[in-house]
């Protein structure tokens, strides 16, 4: 019994204990932004949380051996995060994509030190709030954000100035808040005409996206409508 005690309580075996613990709460937040074919999924975060216990065991063990502040190599790795962070946020057009991953992998670096650390509990019970906040938010936003973007490329043969007031016309019928409307630069084999780019808020409840589509594409001089994907 006093060998089992003294394995359990050794620094090697506690070890490896955290090391695997950090992986999978790191690995169950990584499934679920794999579910969601986000940038950064589960092999990223399950190498993010193991990172991070390793750092802080790395710390343990300076601390033992040359008598140091623990904490100095873990805080450089919350300095650190902020590069790989940053290189799942996207920005295109309005849209800014990636932030909620970013904030996914802060969150298993603060459990993977928390488990590095010894705090069990507290890095469990945050992998299951963060899990939570993942998976489920998503219905409560949706029920208070009324509002959502409208991305539109309008390609108009001739008449442009005579058709950008139709289309303004069409879209406040629909009660479509114009945020931006620009021409975009002419390819090379379009012979005629121009693109016009609009962006709009429009109130989800109730909204007929595909007529208003329908009835734009039906105006004159109007070739094509096209809806960007947000």
Not at 109 to 117: E, W, Y
Request: charge should be neutral.
């Amino acid at each position: 019994m006093e060998i089992i005690w003294m394995v359990g309580s050794s620094f090697w075996f506690q070890a490896i204990i955290k090391l695997i613990l950090g992986f999978v709460l790191a690995g169950v937040i990584g499934l679920e932004r794999s579910s969601w074919s986000k940038p950064a999924g589960f092999r990223t975060h399950a190498l993010v949380g193991i990172s991070s216990v390793l750092v802080m065991l790395c710390g343990e063990y300076m601390s033992r051996i040359y008598d140091i502040d623990p904490s100095r190599i873990p805080a450089q790795l919350l300095s650190g995060i902020g590069f790989i962070g940053a290189g799942t946020i996207l920005r295109d057009g309005f849209n800014v994509k990636g932030l909620t991953t970013a904030a996914g992998l802060l969150a298993v670096t603060c459990i993977g030190l928390s488990i590095g650390a010894g705090f069990y509990l507290g890095g469990i019970v945050t992998t299951l709030i963060v899990y939570i906040i993942l998976s489920y938010s998503y219905k409560i936003s949706d029920k208070l954000d009324h509002f959502d973007v409208l991305e539109l490329d309008i390609k108009v043969t001739e008449a442009i100035k005579e058709a950008l007031v139709t289309i303004e016309e069409v879209l406040t019928k629909y009660q479509v808040e114009i945020k931006q409307m620009k021409r975009l630069k002419k390819q090379e084999d379009d012979e005629k005409g121009e693109t016009i780019h609009i962006v709009g808020h429009y109130n989800k409840k109730g909204f007929k996206k595909n007529e208003l589509i329908r009835n734009l594409s039906m105006l004159e001089n109007i070739a094509e409508v096209l809806q960007e994907e947000n």
